[in-house]
């Protein structure tokens, strides 16, 4: 009974003043040196900490981004849920957590004048697109767009701000409301309905997942939130050392306060914190800022400004009332508010369930939240085996959903011809682009016409310098003397001069008649039988001038042409000028054009097609503007007829031989203009391996036989915006992965793709088509001098390019 406890239990007062004088003696010998050791190590544990805080702070600032989210047309109530817990999967293993930390993510609403942001700022150590991705999965159809993380609010010293955070009023192991008839964020959507311009307001949900001791201690705690239990510490101390009052107080509770209804109340809420606690849990702390700039300088005018911010301030903070249940948000003081916003600094928070959560943060489910900008176009996900680079594959985009890849299609597939619609300003013109320059660049050949211009100025502005020389262009704008098209010269005449009777028929069709078409294939067969190189130019003198027809009919052998002149010469002048001025009148728009008469009507052909199929490059651009419609349309009519012939010369060549050409024809409704069945035309084009992509605005441009011909043989399909009336015959096409409302929202530069693939039609997906390189200064003009040493008849021309296999087209 010598040791402590014995004297304790004899003599306890004693014993106490005992182990009091032992501690006064230690503190006297030893106070001076563990005071201030215990100091400094405090002192050095706590910079420490903050210096370890810091740094962790700076590694996620550092290269951290701003993802900002489009809602699509229809929110899923339930893809919130879906992305907190998904991203459960950031949680580091505990050691690491203690080491180095747990990254956090920030969930925004940002709100202007007349617009509503909804933003996640994802910290650099995250893995780039892993977030992006969790949101497209969560709500299907959601684009997303991220860029350098930025401030949510601007703030200068001319910055008058409010703001503040709200922290949970009662222990984070009860539950605040989820279960609302309503979108909870309405309210906190239209607290800042009404903003001057200049005003911001900001609502930031910083959330992090935790686990282990975090949530260890939150569930115990928990336990002891129960009738008759302090919840508090200094309340659990009174409680131990009066026990007594304790078990009276609840005692008397129990059998005489607490009734039926009260047990139900805390059976409920015991319930609730069981439901809470069990599932994942995230920390999170919720500020919420407004800004606005001074108006000025004046004491008043700037008090009355604070009173506005305070307003609002008070408003959006008022807005999370509607999540009080069994916990509810009370507000805290926040200094600074925008620029604390603007750090993104996260320390201790209260804890919330993946369903709490995804209650606070998550897209509008309001089909009209006003200032909120929605996704135009579900974005989906290209199928497996669409090609992405290389030199036989065509670009036409990257990826918008998932993984963002480059998608392309096979040069074996672009035979199958490709079919490119959408409205003016959608990026048609940058697409095409892309895809002449790999043409081009890869050795293919290259036919262009362009109605407007601006797709032949952005090809020479980008074209490699050391193409220049295979370069055949007309260019309406130019002063410079044009390449040459003889569309009289060819070996089969009675064909060529049916093309040519076919274009000036089709083109002019509301006023042709059956009599000018007979003179016209009469005299174009006549001058075709003519010695030389005669040209649409000799046609009016052969149909007014005696001497001129009398040479010509004398080179004829023809009974059947020889007796049409004979009854031509047989009418008197007066009748002859009436039959012929429909015919005259249509010559003469073409020949007073300079441009025209030198490119199509006189000499000897300098481009030869053959050679441009092979590899060569023909620009077409015949701006309307300059030449006018119907003239406009004759020219690429004709050269569509000429790349027609070449083509069908090619059934001489082997399959191996025969190289792969492209042929791109912007509104091409306006150049299909021959006399054969455009479906076979286009079926025998694909045998000689030449591909048209075909580009226009909308269907009601097309007569019904063109729209059926390119619905079937133009397997490939590439779809800008477009409008609802296009979009609902698209649809067929596209659906069930691409519906009929995704096509008529569309964004600038989004297309919808159906892309062929070795010889089978895929599922429809959405892609983003890509800019264009910027021009290279100079290139234009290098480019144009270049052709126009090629403006030489082929046979006379020194650095033609020969027909040669080249077996990197041989696919």
């Known amino acids: 009974m010598n040791s402590w406890i014995g004297r304790y239990l004899r003599d306890p007062f004693g014993a106490m003043q005992l182990v009091l004088a032992h501690l006064r003696a230690w503190a006297i010998v030893w106070g001076p040196i563990a005071g201030p050791a215990l100091v400094i190590a405090v002192t050095v544990l706590v910079a420490v900490r903050r210096r370890m805080r810091e740094r962790f702070h700076q590694r996620l600032v550092a290269d951290a981004r701003v993802i900002t989210i489009l ?67 969560a709500w299907p159809g959601a684009h997303t767009s991220t860029t350098p993380a930025n401030p949510p609010l601007t703030h200068g010293t001319e910055t008058i701000a409010a703001g503040g955070e709200l922290r949970l009023a009662r222990h984070e192991g009860l539950p605040l409301r989820v279960d609302h008839p309503v979108d909870p964020i309405r309210a906190l959507l239209g607290a800042p309905v009404g903003m001057a311009p200049g005003e911001q307001a900001c609502v930031q949900i910083l959330a992090r997942p935790v686990a282990g001791r975090r949530v260890t201690r939150a569930r115990v705690q928990a336990r002891r939130l129960h009738p008759g239990r302090s919840t508090s510490r200094a309340g659990r101390i009174l409680d131990l050392i009066t026990p007594g009052a304790r078990h009276r107080r609840s005692g008397a509770r129990s059998s005489s306060i607490v009734d039926a209804q009260s047990r139900l109340e805390f059976g409920a809420q015991d319930r609730a914190i069981v439901d809470k606690l069990r599932g994942a849990q995230w920390e999170t702390r919720v500020r919420y800022a407004v800004t606005t700039t001074a108006p000025s300088h004046d004491p008043d005018t700037v008090t009355a400004a604070r009173e506005v911010m305070a307003g609002r301030a008070h408003a959006i903070a008022s807005a999370f009332a509607a999540y009080s249940g069994h916990n509810r948000y009370r507000r805290a003081r926040l200094n600074n508010p925008a620029t604390t916003l603007a750090a993104r600094r996260m320390n201790r928070g209260d804890l919330l369930s993946v369903h709490e959560l995804a209650a606070l943060a998550h897209l509008p489910t309001d089909d009209a939240t006003p200032g909120l900008q929605r996704a135009g176009a579900r974005a989906v996900p290209p199928p497996p085996g669409i090609p992405t680079t290389g030199d036989l594959i065509k670009p036409i985009g990257r990826s918008d959903s998932g993984h963002s890849r480059p998608v392309g299609l096979h040069v074996a597939d672009a035979r199958h011809h490709v079919h490119i619609l959408g409205a003016t300003g959608s990026g048609k013109s940058e697409l095409m682009a892309r895809m002449i320059l790999a043409d081009a660049e890869a050795g293919r050949g290259v036919v262009v016409v362009d109605p407007k211009g601006d797709l032949v100025n952005d090809v020479l502005a980008r074209l490699p310098e050391h193409l220049g020389s295979k370069v055949t262009l007309f260019d309406a704008d130019s002063r410079s003397r044009p390449p040459v098209i003889n569309p009289l010269q060819g070996v089969d005449r009675e064909r060529t001069v049916d093309n040519l009777v076919s274009i000036f028929s089709r083109i002019y069709s509301s006023s042709w008649g059956p009599r000018t078409e007979d003179i016209l294939r009469s005299g174009l067969l006549t001058l075709t039988a003519m010695p030389g190189t005669p040209g649409l130019i000799d046609l009016p003198g052969l149909l007014t001038v005696d001497s001129t027809r009398a040479r010509a009919i004398a080179q004829i052998d023809d009974p059947v042409l020889a007796g049409f002149w004979q009854w031509y010469d047989s009418l ?46 023909c620009l077409v651009r015949i701006g309307k503007d300059a030449l006018g419609i119907e003239t406009a349309r004759l020219m690429g009519s004709i050269v569509v007829a000429q790349v027609w012939q070449a083509a069908t010369r090619r059934a001489r060549l082997p399959q191996h031989q025969r190289r792969d050409a492209s042929v791109y024809l912007d509104e091409v409704h306006n150049f299909m203009n021959l006399p054969f069945s455009l479906e076979d035309m286009l079926a025998e084009f694909r045998g000689y391996r030449v591909g048209f992509v075909l580009a226009h605005q909308f269907l009601s441009q097309l007569t019904r036989e063109l729209e059926e011909a390119i619905s079937a043989n133009a397997r490939t399909k590439i779809i800008l915006n477009s409008s609802p009336e296009d979009a609902r015959k698209l649809a067929r096409h596209t659906g069930p992965r691409v519906t009929e409302h995704d096509l008529s929202h569309l964004d600038v530069f989004h297309i919808v793709a159906r892309l062929v693939v070795n010889g089978a039609e895929t599922p429809a997906f959405t892609a983003v088509t890509e800019k264009l390189p910027p021009a290279i200064p100079g290139r234009a003009r290098a480019i144009r001098a270049a052709a126009r040493n090629n403006n030489q008849p082929p046979a006379t021309r020194t650095d033609a390019p020969q027909r040669t296999h080249d077996p990197r087209h041989a696919t």
């Open 71 to 137: 809602a699509p047309p229809v929110v899923d109530p339930h893809g919130a849920t879906a992305l907190w817990s998904n991203l459960l999967g950031l949680i580091r293993p505990g050691w690491r957590r203690a080491l180095r930390g747990q990254p956090h993510l920030a969930f925004e609403y940002r709100f202007r004048a007349d617009q509503v942001d909804i933003r996640v700022w994802v910290p650099g150590v995250i893995p780039s697109g892993m977030v992006e991705r969790a949101i497209e999965a």
């Open 572 to 617: 008197s002048e007066s009748y002859r000028a009436q039959i012929i001025a429909p015919l005259m009148n249509k010559l003469r728009g073409l020949l007073l054009r300079p441009f025209v008469r030198a490119a199509i009507a006189e000499g000897q052909s300098t481009v030869d097609f053959d050679q441009i199929l092979d590899g060569g490059i």
